[in-house]
């Protein structure tokens, strides 16, 4: 009796560490970026672009990657968008539950969902150079909207999946085709939680730097051309940290900072927009 | 009529885009195939696989080194990992209160959100020095602090979340009965949760591990920043490693100059693609039957 | 009828969250003889059966206060070894729940929880208990195979030789048959019927004829109430209370 009890005690201690362990290290991380990142915060890293000898320690701030990955990011979660909705309202409201072809293509988003960003970089490279593209704006939106697609097609599919059937059946013995239902009925009922989606992945899409590590390319200007290189936080922070001088090393931290604060801020987002589409779906 | 036509037309349109969803996939494999052939072609596969050498300039291609490098940070990352997380999620599952449970998802959702730069920016201010300052010494090595160890601790906080949010809804899917039913018999819980519940919930966990597995066999940035990216086949953790992605990624830049450099990162971006494959249509399979049964 | 009570139960009051699901409730358990308790569903019954083998403490915010004595022990009381009181209670749910794994694993669980390492021990217990609950033959060339294979009345008898398995005083049953077939109910009915002279049995049910054709004593509960408890002939034949009256004659259902 004893030995079972030992080792139930055991057990649970161990288990209480490991949950410690785990939010510990949460606390840490933000912490620390907070630590080494807001004594190098200054207003002139958010609102000015590298001068000259940024790199060695010379003046300037990270407006260039900060409008860069916001531009890349909706432009990529824009064009994931366009392939995304038309799928998932295709998989729940012309496919039957079931069938073959559905759960085919739910299994291959899935699977897509883990494919390594750097995978798709690689592949995002390859077609732009089959187009002739160089490291661009543009290159750098194809290989992230690779990326976030399977994301934004799985949030969206769950959100979409819960629209109740008694609803469409509703909308189909009023006589309503399909399509009709789908746009009207369905994406008015799922539109919060597909917003949210769509948020979700593009959080997902501004923090990643191995897919636009060859497919962006960098720029120490502020450009909207498609067919020119664009900063993005990511790199910034990545080129920063390599460099020998510490000035431009915390300027690394803070660029941390910046990035880290604005996912936080997405995802609280996606979070009250979650809560707020709870109160509106019909029972 | 033309209402129908609308949806006929749109019905085409999407089930084109779906299908494009479905080849995805393999214009992916065939993409990056075909850009691999020239060095596949050129050098026999058992030189590339298992060449210790990597030497461009002199048309040495071994991957060996990288390889190993990534199985040496991944397989680290996963001793620490799973049984963290296995305990972490037993316990969030089985002994603390509802309320406990509801309160852990955001943090744990939180670490997934942070990019991988930002661990690796971590990794170096903090992991690394403290192996450079603590944890060498301690094993009489002059460790720069940039090695296996670095990455392993580093991964293995970024892959916490997978591992987790699916060992949850694994447990969380087996009935109340089993629990009931054992605790009826006199077992105590943590018996009840080693011999009836783990055991139902067990393909799910390992499908659960898998797919921590193929993250952290991918992650390029953090592993880049903090294991040091030399080319040698790693003796011990506490020496310097260069793993696959990171060796991707580092060299992008001199690919198209040295002749067959395109070729050999592409075909390493080819083997990471087909290794995460592998994995996540094992895993995938077992949470997609576990789902079957359920329902 | 003279007997030995099993189980005393002293005011029990069980309150889950806001609602109070056993008000004040008093009542015995005779040994070796089957106890049925009957009453509307959801009036309790089950909670009364669960408080006995403490399986109530895994409710969410549940609260509860009076004594329950098992051989005289207060059962309640917050010192109390929970793992041993079950040991002593068998339960037998009403949907049948094989553990996953194989029958032969399924009836040693018990017994290996409670320190039976023996492969030779383990075999013998199987063996004994398959045979107590008439389910030997019928298994005894696929011990191996997973319990989940076996039909739902098998399942159940199955559930009966694992909770036997462990050796306990005092068998419950929450609604035992209800998920069963007629035969497979006949068949757990007349085990019950003969287990009595080794074990003391109480059993919920919804089923009157279930209850007349089992019990030896009877409680009626009455949303959370015990109404009246008593040999059965007498609860049966000639009830002392208006609403037994009423329940017996299956007005209230």
Redesign the interface.
């Known amino acids: 009796?004893d030995r079972?009890?030992l080792?139930?005690k055991f057990?649970?201690g161990?288990?209480?560490?490991?949950?410690l362990?785990?939010?510990a290290?949460?606390v840490?991380?933000l912490a620390?970026?907070l630590v080494?990142g807001v004594p190098a915060m200054s207003w002139a890293m958010l609102t000015q672009v590298p001068r000259g000898g940024f790199y060695q320690g010379k003046a300037g701030g990270v407006l260039n990657a900060i409008v860069g990955s916001a531009a890349l990011g909706c432009g990529a979660s824009a064009l994931a968008f366009f392939?995304s909705l038309?799928?998932v309202?295709?998989?729940n409201v012309?496919l039957k539950p079931r069938s073959r072809?559905s759960v085919?293509?739910r299994?291959?988003?899935?699977?897509?969902w883990?494919?390594?960003?750097?995978?798709y970089g690689?592949?995002g490279?390859?077609?732009m150079l089959f187009f002739g593209l160089r490291a661009s704006l543009l290159g750098g939106i194809i290989a992230v909207s690779?990326l976030v697609f399977p994301i934004m097609?799985r949030a969206m599919d769950e959100v979409v999946k819960m629209v109740p059937s008694e609803l469409l059946e509703t909308s189909y013995s009023l006589g309503t085709?399909?399509?009709?239902a789908a746009l009207k009925v369905v994406l008015r009922q799922a539109l919060p939680g597909i917003l949210t989606a769509a948020l979700i992945a593009f959080?997902?899409g501004i923090?990643?730097?191995?897919s636009v590590?060859?497919t962006a390319g960098f720029s120490d200007y502020i450009s909207f051309s498609l067919f020119r290189p664009v900063a993005t936080l990511?790199l910034a922070?990545?080129y920063q940290?390599g460099t020998p001088y510490p000035e431009v090393q915390d300027r690394?931290?803070a660029s941390?900072l910046i990035?880290?604060m604005l996912?936080?801020l997405i995802?609280v987002l996606a979070?009250l927009l979650t809560r707020r589409y709870k109160s509106f779906v019909v029972k | 009529m033309s209402?129908?036509l609308?949806?006929k037309a749109?019905?085409k349109?999407?089930?084109a885009?779906?299908a494009?969803?479905?080849l995805?996939?393999f214009l992916?494999v065939a993409?990056?195939l075909?850009?691999s052939w020239p060095i596949l072609a050129s050098k026999p596969l058992a030189d590339l696989v298992l060449g210790r050498s990597w030497s461009p300039l002199r048309g040495c291609f071994g991957f060996l080194p990288f390889i190993m490098g990534t199985l040496w940070v991944t397989g680290v990352s996963i001793i620490i990992a799973v049984?963290?997380?296995l305990?972490?999620s037993?316990?969030?599952s089985e002994?603390s209160p509802a309320w406990l449970k509801d309160l852990?998802r955001?943090?744990?959702?939180?670490?997934a959100?942070?990019?991988?730069?930002?661990?690796?920016?971590?990794g170096?201010?903090?992991v690394v020095p403290f192996i450079k300052n603590h944890v060498g010494p301690l094993f009489k090595s002059s460790t720069t602090g940039y090695c296996v160890l670095a990455g392993g601790v580093v991964l293995a906080?970024m892959i916490?979340p997978v591992i987790?949010h699916i060992s949850l809804e694994v447990l969380a899917a087996v009935k109340f009965e089993v629990r009931e039913v054992s605790l009826a018999l006199g077992a105590?819980?943590?018996?009840t949760v080693k011999h009836a519940v783990l055991r139902k919930a067990l393909p799910g966990i390992i499908a659960a591990v898998m797919?921590g597995l193929?993250?952290a066999?991918?992650?390029?940035?953090a592993v880049l920043?903090v294991t040091g990216n030399v080319a040698r086949l790693p003796r011990s953790v506490l020496e310097p490693a260069y793993a696959l992605?990171a060796l991707?990624?580092n060299n992008?830049?001199e690919?198209l100059s040295i002749p067959l450099y395109d070729s050999a990162?592409?075909l390493a971006?080819l083997i990471?693609?087909l290794v995460?494959?592998v994995?996540?249509?094992i895993s995938?399979?077992i949470l997609?039957r576990l789902e079957r049964r359920v329902a | 009828m003279s007997f030995k009570s099993h189980i005393v139960v002293k005011d029990l009051e069980v309150f889950y969250g806001g609602t109070q699901a056993l008000k004040k409730v008093n009542a015995v358990v005779p040994e070796k003889k089957i106890t049925v308790i009957i009453g509307p569903s959801g009036c309790g019954k089950t909670t009364l059966l669960k408080s006995f083998n403490r399986l109530i403490d895994l409710a969410e915010d549940v609260r509860f206060s009076g004594e329950i004595l098992v051989d005289g022990k207060n059962i309640l009381a917050p010192e109390v070894?929970l793992?041993?009181i079950r040991k002593k209670m068998g339960l037998l749910s009403q949907k049948p729940t094989p553990l996953p794994m194989s029958i032969y694993d399924n009836v040693a669980y018990g017994p290996r929880i409670h320190g039976i390492k023996k492969r030779k021990e383990l075999d013998k217990i199987v063996e004994y208990h398959l045979k107590e609950v008439g389910l030997w033959e019928e298994v005894e060339s696929r011990l191996d195979e997973p319990a989940s294979r076996l039909s739902v009345g098998q399942q159940q008898r199955l559930c009966l030789a694992r909770g036997l398995a462990v050796e306990p005083e005092i068998i419950l049953g929450d609604e035992p048959t209800s998920a069963l077939d007629p035969l497979s109910s006949k068949r757990i009915e007349e085990k019950f019927l003969v287990l009595k002279d080794k074990y003391t049995i109480v059993i919920v049910t919804h089923i009157l004829r279930q209850a007349r054709r089992l019990a030896d004593y009877v409680i009626f509960l009455y949303f959370g109430e015990v109404i009246e408890h008593g040999p059965a002939e007498q609860i049966f034949e000639n009830p002392r209370q208006e609403l037994t009256r009423e329940y017996i004659k299956g007005i209230i259902s």
Do not use: H
């Open positions: 009796m079972r009890r080792e139930e057990f649970q161990l288990m209480v560490i490991s949950s362990a785990i939010f290290s949460l840490l991380i620390d970026i080494k392939f038309p799928v309202l295709y998989l012309y072809f085919f293509i299994f291959s988003l899935d699977v897509l883990g494919i390594p960003s750097i995978v690689a592949f490279f390859t077609v690779l097609s085709t399909r399509l009709e959080g997902r923090g990643d730097a191995a590590i060859f990511p922070i990545f940290l690394a931290y941390s990035l880290t996912i936080v995802s979070r | 209402r129908l609308k949806d749109a019905e349109s999407m089930m885009l779906t494009c969803v479905g995805l996939l992916m993409a990056l075909y850009k049984p963290v997380c305990l972490a037993i316990f969030l002994y852990a955001p943090p744990i959702d939180l670490l959100g942070i990019p991988s730069v930002v661990y690796g920016v971590w170096v201010i903090v906080i916490f987790i105590t819980r943590w018996q797919l193929s993250r066999f991918g992650e390029t940035m920043m992605p991707i990624a992008y830049g690919m990162l592409l971006s990471l693609l995460t494959l994995f996540n249509i995938q399979g997609a | 070894e793992t041993a």
